[in-house]
């Protein structure tokens, strides 16, 4: 499952004169970003923004967010490509599996549905369940009615990044990743190659300063 590469432990991170440590931020749990630190050389993943959807002991299952493609979904998912009001591409979720696609949705009334009694396995009945706050993962082998009407938007990605049991968190000890909390419009951004450097920018202290580094990490 694993999609980076084993982390460079002669590596020392070059963002040390911001005040910025490696291990930094939160602790690592679906629903939040992890941000590629400069120092992350690995050009799937440059400067990336990936949401989380999954982690435990066995490793780490998330999608890049601030990669969109210029493949539109009406060629190749002609159903679902009508929910899809923010962003009419997929995005390039990550190295994994690039053949397959991985749709994330929200909507008011999804969680609505999401917080009533049962409400969870309705949703689950029509292919939706929760990812984090504000956001489900929609199954897209399951025609979109009568999901469609819960939905007010989707993005769908090309592949996904993963990281095997205990990868991640030797990544993040190294420098490689920052983690991060979200926010649901994260995932949606109607400006998604700006995305890491926004993230940043909300962060307070020696994070925030982080937005300024360099595209090259040898420009520090």
């Not at 009615?145 to 090309?158: G, T």
């Not at 700006?194 to 307070?204: A, E, G, M």
Request: overall charge negative; charged content about 15%.
């Amino acid at each position: 499952m694993s999609s980076s590469p084993p982390p460079d432990h002669d590596r020392q991170p070059t963002t040390a004169h911001l005040g910025w440590a490696p291990g930094a931020g939160q602790d690592v749990v679906a629903g939040s970003l992890l941000i590629a630190m400069p120092v992350l050389a690995d050009s799937n993943f440059s400067h990336t923004v990936v949401f989380l959807l999954e982690h435990s002991a066995d490793g780490t299952v998330g999608v890049v967010l601030n990669r969109p493609s210029e493949v539109r979904l009406e060629h190749v998912l002609p159903t679902w490509a009508a929910l899809a009001t923010g962003s009419e591409v997929f995005h390039v979720g990550g190295p994994c599996q690039t053949d397959a696609a991985l749709c994330l949705a929200r909507g008011d009334l999804l969680d609505a549905r999401a917080g009533i009694d049962g409400g969870r396995s309705e949703l689950a009945a029509v292919g939706l369940k929760p990812a984090g706050t504000g956001i489900f993962l929609a199954d897209l082998d399951i025609e979109p009615v009568p999901s469609a009407q819960l939905i007010n938007d989707i993005r769908v990605f090309a592949g996904y990044a993963g990281w095997s049991a205990g990868q991640l968190s030797a990544e993040i000890a190294e420098g490689a990743w920052l983690c991060l909390p979200s926010l649901p419009e994260d995932v949606f951004t109607p400006t998604p190659t700006t995305l890491w450097r926004s993230v940043l920018s909300r962060q307070r202290g020696p994070l925030g300063i982080l937005r300024s580094a360099p595209e090259d990490p040898a420009l520090n």
